[in-house]
């Protein structure tokens, strides 16, 4: 079991960058397929990102591709979402989440939530 605390959100222009993190407690941090997903308002939550526990496998909503970038530094036992040319689309709560297994892209496989980091994107 591992525990999930999001840092990093915060107000942007649109066209401007932002870099997420996650840090987990916990020994088995490695073993765990990471995801990033998101929920704007009145909206139900989407998968944005997720990466295998190795660093080795990464997946993107068709939306984020080529702007975001998914990565993990297992030592440190963080995850991060690394966020270019923010849209106003953009703006949502993002929540990090941990999986055993590979990697998904349906929330209902993730076990472990973070409580989520509010990312706005002014036009």
């Known amino acids: 079991q591992v525990q999930l605390v999001e840092s990093g959100g915060g107000l942007v222009q649109a066209g401007g960058s932002l870099r997420l993190s996650c840090a987990a407690s916990g020994r088995t941090f490695s073993s765990y397929a990471m995801g990033w997903f998101r929920q704007a308002p009145g909206k139900e939550r989407e998968f944005v990102a997720a990466?295998?526990?190795?660093?080795?496998?990464?997946y993107y909503a068709d939306s984020v591709k080529g702007r975001f970038t998914i990565s993990r530094d297992n030592a440190k036992n963080t995850v991060y979402l690394q966020m270019n040319s923010l849209k106003p689309e953009d703006t949502a709560v993002y929540y990090c989440a941990a999986r055993l297994g590979i990697l998904s892209d349906l929330d209902h496989e993730y076990n472990e939530w973070g409580q989520g980091t509010q990312v706005t994107v002014s036009s």
């Open positions: 990466i295998a526990w190795n660093g080795g496998s990464t």
